[in-house]
Nanobody, 124 residues
Framework: QVQLVESGGGLVLAGGSLRLSCAVS????????MGWFRQAPGKEREFVAAISWGGGTTRYVDSVKGRFTISRDNAKKTMYLQMNSLKPEDTAVYYC?????????????????WGQGTQVTVSS
């Protein structure tokens, strides 16, 4: 059983920073890509960022480019999302996810495992 646990969310003023972590436990075979998604109240879950197995390839939604950085440490089975210059519109529950295989995708339904989410609230 694969489990993902997010942490690092909280309340921050606009312009501030947060660092989210996603810890992976359980047996997962072969390589896998990872991603961050978010869901604001009344909205659908949306793609935020993804990272390849080796960490050399990343992808971001346009709204966070230049402000968010995704990274991973495979030895620690942990993924991170450094969020800088936060805006009120970044307020959402943030989820991490795993897709088995080497192909990075942005579609929610193509990911295999999900965490429970961590709340990020940015006040103006």
């Amino acid at each position: 059983q694969v489990q993902l646990v997010e942490s690092g969310g909280g309340l921050v003023l606009a312009g501030g920073s947060l660092r989210l972590s996603c810890a992976v436990s359980g047996r997962i075979f072969n390589i896998y890509t990872m991603g961050w998604f978010r869901q604001a109240p009344g909205k659908e879950r949306e793609f935020v960022a993804a990272i390849s197995w080796g960490g050399g390839t990343t992808r971001y939604v346009d709204s966070v480019k230049g402000r968010f950085t995704i990274s991973r440490d495979n030895a620690k089975k942990t993924m991170y999302l450094q969020m800088n210059s936060l805006k009120p519109e970044d307020t959402a529950v943030y989820y991490c996810a795993i897709r088995q295989g080497a192909t990075m995708v942005v579609v929610t339904t193509l990911y295999d495992y999900w965490g429970q989410g961590t709340q990020v609230t940015v006040s103006s």
